[in-house]
């Protein structure tokens, strides 16, 4: 199983930024994915996550700023970015709570894009 992350870059502060992730393999369902990130020096967290049936947890900093959406039938979560801060500057992962189609049940990161914002 593989997640490929892509949509990252520079932008100013205000501005939009769209971040997507596809997962591919030997897949049988996506239970989560989601999006988390991690910036110089801290500890990655949760930006957002949305389950199988579409119900979607955010980070008190991103509300009403980020949405998060997903594709069941493509595999794929999209994160997208509004009104972004420099604050919102980290290492943002792609990440996947699946069960394969060997029955196995397990958490999958992707290689992570970064999201730099200019003040």
């Known amino acids: 199983v593989q997640l490929q992350a892509s949509g990252g870059g520079l932008v100013q502060a205000g501005g939009s930024l769209r971040l997507a992730c596809a997962a591919s393999?030997?897949?049988?369902?996506?239970?989560?994915m989601g999006w988390y990130r991690q910036a110089p020096g801290l500890k990655r967290e949760l930006v957002a996550t949305v389950a199988y049936g579409g119900v979607t947890n955010y980070a008190d900093s991103v509300k009403g700023r980020f949405a998060i959406s997903r594709d069941n039938a493509k595999n794929t979560v999209s994160l997208q970015m509004n009104s972004l801060k420099p604050e919102d500057t980290a290492v943002y992962y792609c990440n996947a709570d699946l069960i394969s189609r060997l029955r196995d049940r397990n958490t999958y990161w992707g290689r992570g894009t970064l999201v730099t914002v200019s003040s």
């Open positions: 393999g030997n897949i049988l369902t996506i239970n989560s």
